[in-house]
Structures are given as C-alpha cells and as structure tokens.
C-alpha cells in the first residue's frame, strides 16, 4: 500500500513532467526542479525555419533604422543580419549559410545572442523553442530527439543527447549602421516570416534598464547592475566577462592574457560593439549578454576591471 508521503511524490513528480510541457527529463545533466515553465509553451514562440531575406537597401526602407540593433554573421563571404526586434519575437532561426546548418539563437531574458554549428556528433539538428527556462535562460529543443539544449551552457541538458555540445561560431553584435558599414553587401532576415507579429513594438520594453529578473538564477553578483552588458570569453576551463562600463573606460584594442592565450578586445563605444580576437586577428567566439547571465553560469568567472 502506498503511504501518503509516496504519493505526495508520485503526484509532485506527474506535475513537474507536465509543466515541462511533455519532454522527458529522465535523462539530465541539471537539476530538473531548475528547469522553469517560461509560459508560452513549446512552439509558443515560433521558430523560423525557412528563412527569408532582403538586401540591405530594402532594409533601409522598409525594416531598419540606424541604431536599431542585429546580430550578424560571417560565413564563406557570405554576410547576415538578424534584426533583435524579430528574433524577440522567435527566438531561433534555422539557416544554411555557404551551404552549412546554422542555427541562430537570442535569448530576451539574458540578452545572449549565439550562433551556433547544428552538425552534432555526425548528424544535423534543427531546432524549435521549448517554452521552457533554465537560470533565466532559453532551452532550445532538437527536431530529432526533444533533448532540451542550454543556450549559454551550449549542450543538451535532458533528453538521448545529454551532454553533446554545440559548436559556438563568432557573430557580432552591433547596430545597423554599423553592420552595414562593414559588410555592405549583407543580407537581412525579412520581417514576412508568415507569423503576422508586429516587429516594431517590443515585448521586453523596459526590461533591459530594469534590475528585476522575471525568472530565477542560482548565483548572483551586484558589482554591476544585472543587465550591465559584458562579452564573456571561455578558453579551455577558464572564464572571463569584460563589463562595457569597464571597457569604455580602457583604450582599444584591449590586450590581455586568458588561461595563457594572449587576446585582445576591440571595443567601439558609440555603437557599444566589442569583438574578441586572437593574436592572428582570428575572431574568437564569445557571448555577448547581461551580467547576470552570465554570472550565474560562470560564478567562478574574472571579470576585468579598468584601472
């Protein structure tokens, strides 16, 4: 006979496989009681997966102003921008750049931007929005498996393919202006995806100048306010975040010395874009976010300091 403490469990257990709006969980790298219901549901917010684009000249007239911010990439020549006011509303975008998979990842919440490789352990993923948080952070699933993927920890985190890790690519990001003046021959992400979403009004007004978070984190740091913007960098185990506050007040190029790789940190402070690069000017894949964020998935990160 079962006790009432057993079935206190059981239905604890059935509420939490539901609230996780189906995805198995038995599998997992993280604890299960951090995974959060951000409210949407899974495909609440809708993924693109057949993107469209126009040049920049129809962008200029139709989409984008100056200062308005994207993140762009760079691949085989070819360049792209992903407009922030439409990945707010998406989330991710499914893409082939030079003939490669790509999926393109931004997180409202933590103000991450990440690129990423989909050819994982020899096979090709695609990718919808699951609804579902960690550490304030975005869980994307896979089309193949339903494993749930953390943006930020950058690996499957529930699910057949717990521990696999995606390949993070470099991307920038900046504004418009910028962006075009760099890469004048880029392509935008076309604001007629088929969704009907009004991409000029944003759903996280006033949410990036605010300390409140809306979800929960494990680990908090307030030398900086939470949604100070930092470009945190991981080479081998080491981890260290430049706060833009820090680097407005430093010359750049910044240069400096990561788990005994030297790097320097190019940090433009009108369009507050900042780029990590190696000592061969390759650019180094790095994440672009809020303090928090970053904080609370790198407690142990250095954090650079202008004297």
Not at 5 to 10: A, T
Not at 22 to 35: A, K, L, N, Y
Not at 201 to 220: C, H, I, K, W
Request: charged share 25%; aromatic share 10%; hydrophobic share 35%.
């Amino acid at each position: 006979m079962l006790t009432g403490s057993y079935l206190l469990k059981g239905l604890c257990g059935l509420i939490t496989f539901i609230a996780l709006c189906g995805f198995d969980t038995s599998r997992h790298s993280i604890p299960v009681d951090d995974i959060y219901d951000g409210g949407p549901g899974k495909d609440g917010i809708p993924a693109i997966l057949q993107p469209k684009f126009i040049s920049a000249q129809e962008a200029d007239q139709s989409l984008l102003k100056k200062n308005d911010r994207v993140l762009g990439i760079v691949h085989k020549g070819q360049s792209r921008a992903y407009p922030i006011k439409i990945l707010n509303w998406h989330e991710i975008v499914n893409d082939r750049i030079g003939g490669d998979s790509r999926v393109v990842t931004y997180c409202p919440l933590c103000g991450t931007g990440m690129v990423f490789d989909t050819q994982v352990n020899g096979r090709k993923l695609t990718f919808g929005v699951s609804g579902l948080l960690y550490q304030s952070d975005m869980l994307l699933y896979d089309h193949q498996t339903e494993s749930l993927w953390s943006q930020i920890k950058s690996e499957a985190v529930t699910g057949s393919m717990t521990g696999a890790r995606l390949k993070l690519l470099p991307s920038t990001h900046t504004n418009w202006e910028s962006w075009k003046a760099m890469h004048p021959d880029t392509v935008v992400l076309s604001d007629d995806p088929g969704y009907g979403r009004n991409y000029d009004r944003d759903p996280y007004q006033g949410y990036e100048t605010s300390e409140r978070l809306m979800f929960g984190v494990n680990a908090t740091n307030k030398k900086y306010h939470p949604k100070e913007k930092v470009i945190g960098v991981e080479i081998g185990k080491a981890t260290k975040a430049y706060p833009f506050s820090e680097l407005s007040k430093a010359k750049s190029p910044l240069k400096d010395v990561v788990a005994k790789k030297p790097i320097q940190i190019f940090y433009d402070r009108k369009t507050r874009t900042a780029i990590i690069r190696d000592e061969q000017n390759r650019e180094i894949p790095s994440v672009v976010g809020f303090w928090f964020a970053w904080y609370t998935f790198h407690p142990e990160t250095l954090v650079f300091s202008a004297k």
